[in-house]
């Protein structure tokens, strides 16, 4: 079935430690978005691709960056995580439109 | 600006019980999408329904139903005869046109909803 995969489920990282969050999607979408949603929260847009354009977030702080080497793969990094940091990340894709398919989510902790 | 408001934080009834989850709405697009999802506690964000703009017609799916209504700005979700696993965190959302060409989706704060046996 085509869908949209986040690995790993749950991540654990230590403060400050260098983290990386993968996302890829078999429904060959030109458009693939990171979300932070934290406890109880909605979910909050971090930035997002649209083809090979990357297209930041005014208020996404820089410690958040993103990498799309393909169509079909899309990371995250966080270069210095917080405590602050901790929450699920979500990917979601789309093919131009305004409907948005969502990955499962990873849940990052930092310690 | 785009907002979404969802008033009800939570909403507690009793299997069986019908429910409706309140969306208002507010945008400067003629044109915008609608959305429901549901994120039960495993985090994924499950997508329920789509209405655009133009369209006002209201929708049935099995014990789902929505109502919108452009003169009020509202998209109200209805569940009839609620299970317990329809206990989830539902948002409503509201898309933005970006300038890359594409759309965001401006989300509610989420209603949480526990349906108890």
């Known amino acids: 079935d085509a869908m949209v995969i986040q690995n790993p489920r749950y991540q654990v990282t230590q403060f400050g430690k260098p983290v990386t969050l993968s996302c890829s999607q078999t429904l060959n979408h030109n458009v693939m978005y990171w979300y932070q949603q934290k406890s109880s929260q909605a979910p909050k847009l971090l930035f997002h691709y649209y083809d090979k354009d990357f297209n930041n977030e005014a208020d996404t702080p820089d410690n958040f960056q993103s990498r799309r080497p393909n169509t079909s793969f899309c990371f995250l990094d966080i270069r210095s995580p917080g405590l602050g940091d901790a929450a699920m990340y979500l990917c979601?894709?789309?093919?131009?439109?305004?409907?948005?398919?969502f990955g499962p989510g990873t849940r990052l902790t930092v310690t | 600006a785009q907002k979404v408001t969802q008033a009800q934080t939570e909403i507690s009834v009793v299997e069986k019980e019908d429910v409706t989850l309140d969306c208002v709405y507010e945008t400067r697009d003629t044109t915008y999408y609608l959305f429901w999802y549901k994120q039960p506690p495993s985090g994924e964000l499950v997508f329920l329904i789509r209405r655009n703009s133009f369209d006002e017609q209201n929708e049935i799916s099995g014990r789902y139903s929505w109502n919108f209504q452009k003169s009020t700005s509202s998209f109200n979700f209805t569940i009839t005869a609620s299970q317990v696993v329809d206990s989830a965190v539902y948002f409503c959302a509201l898309s933005e046109g970006l300038t890359s060409g594409t759309y965001k989706y401006i989300f509610g704060t989420g209603t949480r909803l526990k349906v108890l046996a």
């Open positions: 979601a894709t789309s093919l131009t439109g305004a409907e948005q398919y």
